[in-house]
């Protein structure tokens, strides 16, 4: 999942993030330093309880709270793995259309077939539908929407997670089981695959959406 997000920003955020950034909910700030240089500058935030502290943090708030921050005030905002931690997703993305400009972009991704994690705030799991809808009704346009990953990515992360638990050799065989599958996915036939199955049953999901 990480290399199919990574891949994903560094082929999107080139042709949408621009002016002032908000990365919401953003962790460690992986994505940092794939947007710092596109952006005039950015402002990196997460709750007060989050496991991933980071030195670019720059703000702590409550998600699931109005966001402390004026209408139109940034020109992108990044949400990367978030919003299923959100138990109210359609007043986030509510917020995130006020907090955008004009013309600005959301630019957000989440997991479907994908482990529990972060528990007890680990809340949904959004079918392309859903996020159609959220979209819609906070009043911002669907600009692309792409599932990431499909049934060899899905089957692989499964299997390397559940046999990782296995005593001495299973975290070899689940790094040696994602590097194959990495492989095989790179490949003409298997990016076939992947792209053949990933409608229904894609790993994740990312989407682009524009304010007016």
């Known amino acids: 999942m990480v290399d199919l997000i990574a891949r994903s920003y560094a082929r999107i955020l080139p042709l949408h993030a621009r002016g002032k950034l908000l990365d919401l909910g953003c962790g460690k700030a992986p994505l940092y330093g794939s947007y710092k240089e ?16 980071n030195e670019h943090l720059d703000l702590e708030c409550d998600l699931t709270q109005p966001l402390p921050f004026a209408d139109g005030e940034f020109d992108t905002i990044i949400l990367s793995d978030v919003l299923e931690h959100i138990p109210t997703p359609e007043a986030l993305c509510h917020e995130m259309a006020r907090s955008l400009a004009l ?9 479907f077939f994908y482990g529990l ?11 392309e539908f859903a ?18 990953g499909g049934t060899p990515e ?3 992360d499964l299997f390397a997670k559940h046999v990782s638990r296995v005593p001495l050799v299973g975290p070899a065989i ?8 990495l492989r095989f996915v790179s490949s003409r036939i298997g990016s076939k695959v992947s792209v053949a199955t990933a409608r229904r049953v894609p790993f994740g999901y990312l989407l682009v959406a524009q304010k007016g």
């Open 117 to 127: 994690h972060e528990e007890p705030h680990d809340f949904y799991r959004y079918t």
């Open 174 to 181: 689940a790094a040696f089981t994602q590097w194959l599958t």
């Open 103 to 111: 013309q600005g972009k959301l630019i957000l991704n989440v997991p």
């Open 131 to 148: 996020l159609r809808r959220y979209i819609e009704l906070a009043g911002l346009q669907l600009l692309s929407l792409e599932p990431l």
């Open 154 to 156: 899905v089957m692989a």
């Open 38 to 53: 596109l952006v005039s500058s950015c402002v990196c935030v997460d709750w007060a309880n989050t496991a991933h502290k």
